[in-house]
Nanobody
């Protein structure tokens, strides 16, 4: 069982930056792939970024490539999402997710069994 707690959301102007954190419980954190997803009002939850357990494999959605950076610190059981050059369309509730899955599944919502409660990110124009 893995419990996830996100933090770091907030209100920021377009062009600004935020860093989200997701703290995980458990002693096997490094065996879990970690993903970030987001859900805007009236829309489906969508993939943002994912990182393998070791940190060696990373995947980004095209919409955030070059602006967002995912990273993890296995010693701290934490995964991060650095978000730069934020746009109003990045406004959403951001969720972190975890599971022991292969990279082919990183972008698929239904492949993750463990989810955080979400943190709101609002980007004003």
């Amino acid at each position: 069982q893995v419990q996830l707690v996100e933090s770091g959301g907030g209100l920021v102007q377009a062009g600004g930056s935020l860093r989200l954190s997701c703290a995980a419980s458990g002693r096997t954190f490094s065996t879990y792939a970690m993903g970030w997803f987001r859900q805007a009002p009236g829309k489906e939850r969508e993939f943002v970024a994912a990182v393998s357990g070791s940190g060696s494999r990373i995947l980004y959605a095209d919409s955030v490539k070059g602006r967002f950076t995912i990273s993890r610190d296995n010693a701290k059981n934490t995964v991060y999402l650095q978000m730069n050059s934020l746009k109003p369309e990045d406004t959403a509730v951001y969720y972190c997710a975890a599971d022991q899955i292969i990279s082919a599944y990183y972008s698929q919502v239904q492949k993750y069994n463990y989810w955080g409660q979400g943190t709101q990110v609002t980007v004003s124009s």
